[in-house]
């Protein structure tokens, strides 16, 4: 079933295809906000908020683009809005939610050492794609995390090709810059 088959569906008040196309969507929509918030729990708020709005203004989508189109835009929206909501978020939790998976990994994987340094890596490169400037963490999210191609981004972000190609460009430089020290070990 199609996308506008499915919509029109909801729109007459069917529920069963409102479940169909979020279970058809579920997983993109949640590894986009994964890119933004890199956190599973927040992740899954996100999504599950996405599709709440969705549902509500489901009326308003005019089909000028594709669904998943429209859906991409109230992914990056609802993430870049919940991650200005939890912008001061208190560093000893994060810390302790750091230190709690490191110790609730298993020995086999890595030893102390290894797991915190692995962590450290994974914080730094997180903190980099986050300090990007949001046009930039946009077309890189939906680059690396969703493989979509630079013309499918160009629509989602309402600009063209060429400015996402140089979005794309200007991230991967900016995080070069950031993540050097890293590369360099």
Do not use: C
Not at 147 to 176: P, W
């Amino acid at each position: 079933m199609t996308d506008e088959q499915l919509i029109e569906k909801i729109l007459s008040g069917d529920r069963d295809a409102f479940r169909l196309l979020m279970e058809k969507y579920q997983q993109q929509v949640f590894y986009v906000a994964m890119g933004f918030v890199h956190s599973r729990e927040d992740a899954e708020d996100i999504t599950r908020d996405v599709f709440i709005r969705v549902f509500h203004s489901l009326s308003s989508f005019k089909e000028k683009s594709l669904f998943s189109t429209w859906l991409y835009r109230i992914t990056m929206n609802t993430s870049i809005n919940h991650i200005n909501k939890n912008k001061r978020r208190n560093f000893f939790t994060e810390a302790g939610d750091s230190l709690i998976n490191l110790f609730n990994r298993s020995n086999e994987e890595r030893d102390a050492h290894e797991q915190l340094e692995a962590t450290e890596i994974e914080k730094t490169i997180q903190k980099a794609i986050d300090e990007l400037p949001i046009k930039q963490r946009k077309a890189f999210i939906l680059s690396k995390y969703e493989e979509l191609s630079q013309r499918e981004i160009a629509e989602i972000m309402e600009t063209t090709e060429g400015a996402v190609e140089q979005l794309l460009v200007r991230a991967r430089k900016n995080l070069q810059n950031k993540l050097a020290h890293i590369v360099g070990k």
